[in-house]
């Protein structure tokens, strides 16, 4: 008696729901399809174009690609980009884990500490870079008034082809370590508390303990962590673009802002496209490689 | 016993003393330098405070047209904000409590647009904008962030799937409709969540640079990181006026912060991860 009555009613439902899930999503559809996928699209079809500002955009098939293969100025600055996310990811992931490590404590007053130490992370990024600039500034700068008061005296940091990039790299782990310390807290907090009592009375040091449960417990955040501050350090531009243009010489021209230059200073936007799509391929290459790793050293230990 | 563990807590004592020092200290830095006079900037260390405090850096930076960075930059965020939550409320909603054709695979869509740089989007972004006639206007600044953001979306979403359906179908019973729903029960349970979304993306509206740089060029649309970054190079390095114009934009985000440390330390910890 009841099933041919509900039919009827459970497709309409149906329809319903289909109809008000798609009315939902709309907004954000015309985002996500149209500025952010799209985009991609977009970016990969102009790579195979000539086109300057002002000028008719030529098809030119793979000549973009021909002429990125043999510019010196492009795989600098991918080494460049590199140098910088080999600097930051380690520094900001060891100097996290630690920070994490140490807030994890029972102590009086720590989730004082906690918040003092994510404030980085709401910085401007353009206005703490400049903050930074004037510390780093070789007369006035706080850095090298502190380091004469013990009679050293101190470089000119951000004018150095070698120092500019790793005091830069400096800016971008004291923005992040704090905010990326919660991740490995809550990791933390997430491991039970029998498994250190069990470790203690088995006389593992805390060193043991560390490598041989904590670690292992947290590949989890670690994964996480890892891959959102590559693909984060790989995008720097705006504290670079205020601190050191690129400079001295290309030492700290990242990709973004060769992309950057190329587009908007120089208007040839087929050859920026071309330098954005190999930028894109990179980080994706190196996010899979990531997963794939951490994947099979997870079945690896398993079985 | 409790002998080295009193010290093991002090010597963490002292090590998070520093570190919470070295976290704050540009932030202190930016106080001291923005209230000091010229003479007091080449007199004193970096670290003292300039005596008596002087507002000169900052009656030369308002001089120079950063009241209205300050009022573009607020509007700004606040509509880009609002679209963004109104927006991704719905859109979360839609993926955790209504099936329809096609929804799991348009949230994969969504989650790998993640991985997305932002610089590499630009340009076909601008040629767009360009296309729609929309170049150095409030539309073009701020339409392309407002309607769709996925992390937002995900968390969102990871929220209300957390929240048990039986509720929903208790109100659906006593007659309310999928609005009246999401708005006097889901939404209400979901405070830490929104507070947590609605902070992230004020602080990403506020800080944005790059397509605020490449979509506008006039004067009346320039807003705050924009406005110090060009203060640096039109009138050489002055560094107080900069300090102080880095202040201007610090204090809103620090008073956030203030506000939700509680919910964002939390609910940043916990949903990132899952």
């Not at chain 1, 399809?33 to 955009?57: E, H, R």
């Not at chain 2, 002998?3 to 930016?30: K, Q």
């Amino acid at each position: 008696m009841l099933k041919p009555a509900t039919r009827p009613v459970r497709r309409t439902q149906r329809r319903q729901q289909t109809l008000a899930g798609y009315a939902l999503l709309a907004p954000s559809l015309v985002g996500v399809l149209g500025f952010l996928l799209a985009p991609v699209v977009i970016v990969i079809v102009l790579s195979l174009f000539d086109w300057k500002l002002l000028a008719t955009p030529e098809f030119v098939g793979l000549a973009n690609y021909r002429e990125l293969l043999g510019d010196g100025e492009v795989w600098h600055s991918f080494l460049v980009t590199g140098y910088y996310v080999l600097i930051c990811v380690p520094g900001t992931t060891i100097l996290s884990l630690l920070l994490a490590l140490l807030v994890d404590r029972k102590l009086r007053g720590m989730k004082y500490f906690r918040a003092l130490l994510v404030i980085p992370w709401m910085a401007t990024p353009v206005a703490m870079g400049l903050v930074w600039a004037w510390i780093f500034d070789p007369g006035q700068g706080a850095l090298n008034q502190f380091l004469g008061i013990f009679g050293v005296n101190g470089p000119a940091w951000l004018s150095s082809e070698l120092l500019a990039m790793p005091s830069v790299a400096a800016v971008h782990i004291w923005q992040f370590a704090g905010y990326n310390m919660l991740f490995f807290l809550a990791g933390l907090q997430n491991i039970p508390a029998s498994l250190r009592e069990a470790s203690s009375l088995d006389g593992a040091s805390p060193v043991a303990h560390f490598f041989g449960i904590t670690l292992p417990l947290l590949r989890p955040t670690l994964l996480f962590v890892l891959i959102t501050n590559v693909i984060g350090s790989f995008q720097a531009f705006d504290t670079i673009f205020v601190m050191t243009e690129g400079g001295p010489g290309d030492s700290t021209e990242v990709a973004t802002y060769l992309i950057y230059d190329e587009a908007f200073r120089k208007f040839d936007f087929g050859y920026a496209a071309t330098i954005s799509v190999l930028l894109f391929a990179v980080i994706l290459a190196v996010t899979v490689a990531q997963f794939a790793y951490f994947e099979r050293r997870t079945t690896y230990d398993q079985s | 016993m409790s002998r080295p563990r009193l010290s093991v807590s002090l010597l963490c004592y002292g090590v998070l003393l520093i570190g919470c020092l070295l976290a704050v200290f540009p932030y202190l830095l930016t106080v001291l330098t923005a209230f000091k006079g010229p003479g007091q900037l080449s007199e004193t260390m970096p670290w003292e405070p300039g005596l008596p405090p002087s507002t000169a850096a900052f009656d030369r930076l308002f001089a120079s047209g950063f009241g209205g960075y300050l009022i573009s930059s607020t509007l700004v965020t606040a509509g880009i904000t609002a679209g963004q939550v109104v927006f991704a409320v719905l859109a979360a909603y839609a993926f955790a409590r209504l099936s329809f054709p096609g929804r799991d695979a348009l949230f994969w869509v969504y989650l790998s647009t993640l991985m997305v740089p932002p610089v590499v989007t630009m340009i076909p972004l601008y040629l767009m904008m360009q296309k729609l006639g929309l170049v150095d206007t409030w539309a073009g600044l701020m339409l392309p962030t407002m309607l769709g953001t996925p992390y937002a979306i995900f968390l969102l979403r990871q929220f209300f799937r957390s929240i048990p359906a039986d509720l929903e179908d208790a109100a659906r019973i006593d007659g309310a409709g999928r609005v009246r729903t999401l708005l006097s029960i889901v939404l209400p349970l979901s405070r830490p969540i929104l507070v947590t979304v609605t902070t992230l993306a004020v602080v990403a509206n506020w800080n944005s640079f790059l397509w605020p740089l490449i979509i506008t060029s006039s004067e009346d649309k320039r807003l705050l990181p924009l406005g110090i970054a060009l203060f640096k190079g039109e009138v050489g390095v002055d560094y107080n006026a900069v300090m102080a114009g880095s202040l201007i934009a610090l204090v809103p985000l620090l008073v956030l912060f203030v506000f939700f440390q509680r919910f964002i330390v939390r609910s940043v910890a916990v949903t990132g991860l899952k």
